[in-house]
């Protein structure tokens, strides 16, 4: 195993620990859905979108008092090295689920009683951090359909590698690194609505981990923020 | 964009986000499109907020239409049973349109036939009469202007921004129904029939796209005005 961080603090794609990829969002790129939007998040390219709140079927789904969310997290077969059979895994099924939750306690779902929120997530390219960004472009596809959303979500890794608390970690580093931990965030109301981890953190490690995190995410709500402006309102103030 | 001590100026139609800060200490019930969170006031949407005092309103530049009692509406035919028609009004939920609404009380299904008043495809104007959180809405057609709509092209505007195509007193619509010979049907839940001679309606639904794209900026009545007045020649 090579090592992932020079002796200058310099990652393998040149990035510091504490740097983001590039990011790029575009708001609003399919017509027929009610609500789109796409990521790029490193090497990820993700599309999602929005359809509904439309009338449940089959009719037993529906809830008296509140909208349902269906999500489907997929990735494409040429979005990995291998060719990725189309059938759904296990870790797809898994992140439909984790992305569901965390949007659903975001979105206003006794606005739309009786009624159901379709999110698919279409990975076309994939890279370490994909449901970081899926969850940012998910909740970028949400704010465009209009659908009422306590707050926008957003989500960045971090990870430990070669001893190291890193943020925003590459398909690589999250293969040979010793620790992976996703987190997604409701910036304005300061609260975590996705935490998964895999690996071995000290307590230390784990504080520090947070707090970096949460920080990576500030990052990434000015970048969503600066993407929905421009989409609704054409400029962006500077201020 | 709010944050922390800026909310304490008056305000003119500020950009906002969903989880935006829109007041710090608002009393009584969150305004439509806002919720409260312990005394703090957040918004909901993308879309603008005027702050006047205590009063806050906040515009909303993109969502579903959800049904109003009262509201005008344009809504076509999907399927009908024996005593009713469906009626799809752009909406989350179907309206229902009753038999007895239009054949009167002494409805009988064996009498009457549904199909020959209202057909599946038919476009119809229509009010709400009915509509809460547990029911469909449902529609009366028994009011003047109500009814079948023969002619026309249907054209779709975000339900959020059918106020910007009225404008004050309706002075848009009026704007762009003398500059382009056409009639305006305005349905509260986004769809627009247009009436008149062809080129009229191709420039009507042009200055519609308009709207759809320019709703925030203030200057729109300009820009309509202007966009008229260059391709209607």
Redesign the interface.
Known sequence: MGKLIDENGIRLDGRRWDELRPIKIEIGVIKNA??SAYIEFGRNKIIAAVY????AHPKHLAL??RAIVRCRYHMAPFSTEERKSPQPSRREIEISLVLRRAMES?I?LE?????IIDVFVEVLQSDGGSRCASITAVSAAL??????????IVGCAVGKIDGQIVLDLSDHEDKEGEGDMPVAY????DKIVLLQFDGIFSEEEFKKAIDLAILGNKKVYEIL?RA??EK???TV?E? | MLHGSEIIMVLVRTKVLPGDLLHDSYQGQPPPHTYKLGNKLLSLKVGLVEIEGKEVKLIPLAGPYIPRVNDFVIGKIIDFDAFSWDVDINSIYTAHLPAQDVFGRDFSPQTHSLTSQFKVGDILAAKIISYDRTKDPVLTVRDHGLGKIVNGEPVKLSPSKIPRLIGKKGSMAKIIESKTKTKLIIGQNGVIIVQGPSEGIVLAAKAIRLIEEKAHLPSLTNMINELLTREGG
């Open positions: 009610d609500g509904g709140p439309r009338e008296p008092d975001a206003f606005e739309y009683p009786r009624s704010a465009d359909s209009g659908i009422s959303m306590r707050d926008l409701m910036p304005n109301l923020k929905l402006i609704y309102f054409g103030d201020k």
